[in-house]
């Protein structure tokens, strides 16, 4: 599989409606790591729980642009579509075989924390 499947599939199940966390874990590696403006992860397992507890049960939206694969890196576009608004995402994916291996998410964290 391409890494730029690998992250289409991962974002399907993050983003497809309600989230499919059993199949965004199986994309993961054991060693994944994450970063981003409001929200670190150092395994996996930490990531899934932080993304359960963030969605909380809701349907989770976005609009991809652009999925533009280098190798094993992948960097993805997006809209997040959330309580507030539309809001741009740049996120970077490591893929060593067809899991993911580290996310780094860019995005202005503000127009989140103000409708919190």
């Known amino acids: 599989m391409a890494s730029k499947d690998t992250?289409?599939?991962y974002l399907y199940a993050l983003f497809g409606g309600r989230p499919d966390f059993e199949?965004?874990?199986s994309l993961l590696t054991d060693e994944f790591t994450f970063e981003g403006p409001m929200m670190k992860a150092s395994s996996a397992d930490d990531f899934i729980v932080q993304?359960?507890?963030m969605a909380d049960g809701r349907k989770m939206r976005a609009e991809i642009h652009h999925l533009i694969e280098d190798g094993e890196r992948v960097a993805a576009l997006y809209?997040?579509?959330g309580p507030a608004g539309k809001?741009?995402?740049a996120e970077w994916f490591w893929v060593k075989g067809d899991k993911?291996?580290?996310?780094k998410l860019h995005f202005d964290p503000r127009p989140l924390l103000d409708a919190a």
């Open 79 to 81: 809209d997040y579509v």
């Open 51 to 53: 993304l359960e507890s």
């Open 87 to 89: 809001t741009s995402f």
């Open 23 to 25: 199949t965004v874990r």
């Open 100 to 103: 993911i291996s580290a996310i």
């Open 7 to 9: 992250v289409e599939r």
